[in-house]
């Protein structure tokens, strides 16, 4: 089993920064890949981008180049950091666990954050 809790989310302007943090609990976390989902009202939960274990990373292509992510295995925690905001960034963002790498699809993930509100202003 594995808990996840998001922070760092906020208000921000466009062009601005946010880093996301995932803080977890649950002894699966140093071996699973770890991702992060947005989503808005209406809409599915669309992948940002993924980590394994070892660190080799993968970003959904409206990200690639302004948003990075992270991990560290002996905080057990996870970031995500974001430059560049745009409005259209604007979501509710998931942390999640799970063990396919490269899975960009929210069913391949097993346990998911309650969520954190990103909004982007124009």
């Known amino acids: 089993q594995v808990q996840l809790v998001e922070s760092g989310g906020g208000l921000v302007q466009a062009g601005g920064s946010l880093r996301l943090s995932c803080a977890a609990s649950g002894r699966t976390f140093s071996s699973g890949v770890m991702g992060w989902f947005r989503q808005t009202p209406g809409k599915e939960r669309e992948f940002v981008a993924g980590?394994?274990?070892?660190?080799?990373?993968y970003y959904a292509d409206s990200v690639k180049g302004r948003f990075t992510i992270s991990r560290d295995n002996v905080k057990d925690t996870v970031y995500l950091q974001m430059n560049s905001l745009k409005p259209e960034d604007t979501a509710v963002y998931y942390c999640s666990a799970g063990r396919i790498y490269n899975a960009r699809r929210a069913e391949a993930y097993n346990y998911w954050g309650q969520g954190t509100q990103v909004t982007v202003s124009s």
């Open positions: 980590i394994s274990r070892s660190g080799d990373t």
